[in-house]
């Protein structure tokens, strides 16, 4: 099949991925549509981000602050700023960082301490909307990686749900990287299992983000509501 002008270009790739993550919807009986890419944009600059709303993203993770809060300023300047993109914070979140994320952002997915929650919720300005916000579990208990662990993960919920200016809608998690597609959904598994169970716990907890480049197959099996894709959208770190 003859390749279109667009195959390599980052348009081509949001659209390609896009279409496949609608395929494995429709293989593993999900709901058509239930499954939200999130383009990773980080370290590529305001005209690779437009690019790939001009394709149709609309959600944008960011991993450094002052790297998102310089791209967000490019792309609010006229003659044609981008007023209805949701910008997702998914980095490690330092305490020096939290006002400029709690005043920017419309999502954090890498909550996982009660210091950090209380942080946001508090510099929340009021005219805002309650920030989104996803606790991040470490799946492995690696330590080199954030997150808290799965047994400590309904209290850390239990204690965002009370901050009124943070709205609690879901779990996170990086797992260790692996190329089977079995152990993938089995590293998945119980991560999904306890979504499923706290949502009966939690009526907002309605996002599971898992799955990236090269386990979002996978993650689409058990349950991800929410894919986060960088390098096979925008290509290699600028």
Same mark, same amino acid.
């Given at each position: 099949m003859a390749q279109t002008r667009?195959?390599?270009? $980052?348009? %081509?790739?949001?659209?390609?991925?896009?279409?496949?993550?609608?395929?494995?919807?429709?293989?593993?009986?999900?709901?058509p549509g239930s499954v939200l890419l999130l383009a990773v944009s980080k370290t590529h600059g305001a005209d690779r981000v437009r690019e790939a709303y001009a394709?149709?993203?609309?959600?944008?993770g960011e991993n450094y602050v002052q790297e998102a809060l310089d791209?967000?300023?490019?792309?609010?300047?006229?003659?044609?700023?981008?007023?209805?993109?949701t910008w997702h914070f998914? %980095?490690?979140?330092?305490?020096?960082?939290?006002?400029? $994320?709690?005043?920017? @952002?419309?999502?954090v997915h890498s909550v996982d301490r009660l210091k950090i929650a209380r942080r946001l919720n508090d510099q929340r300005p009021e005219?805002?909307?309650?920030?989104?916000v996803c606790i991040q579990v470490n799946l492995s208990n690696e330590d080199s990686k954030s997150g808290v662990p799965l047994s400590e993960v309904e209290s850390l919920c239990a204690d965002v749900a009370r901050l009124p200016r943070l709205q609690?809608? %879901?779990?996170?998690?990086?797992?260790?990287?692996?190329?089977?597609?079995?152990?993938?959904?089995?590293?998945?598994?119980?991560?999904?299992?306890? @979504?499923?169970?706290?949502?009966?716990?939690?009526?907002?907890?309605?996002?599971?983000?898992?799955?990236?480049?090269?386990d979002f197959d996978a993650a689409i099996a058990e349950g991800s509501t929410m894919i986060r894709i960088g390098t096979a959208i925008f290509g290699a770190r600028g």
């Open positions: 667009d195959d390599n270009t $980052i348009a %081509g790739n949001y659209r390609r991925i896009l279409a496949r993550i609608r395929t494995q919807e429709e293989h593993f009986r999900r709901k394709a149709g993203a609309r959600d944008f791209k967000m300023a490019l792309l609010e300047q006229t003659p044609h700023p981008l007023t209805d993109i998914i %980095g490690p979140i330092q305490s020096n960082k939290t006002r400029d $994320i709690a005043a920017s @952002f419309d999502w005219l805002l909307p309650a920030l989104n609690l809608r %879901g779990l996170m998690a990086i797992p260790a990287p692996c190329q089977d597609h079995a152990q993938q959904r089995a590293a998945f598994k119980p991560l999904a299992t306890e @979504f499923y169970r706290l949502q009966q716990q939690f009526p907002s907890l309605d996002t599971l983000s898992i799955g990236m480049s090269d």
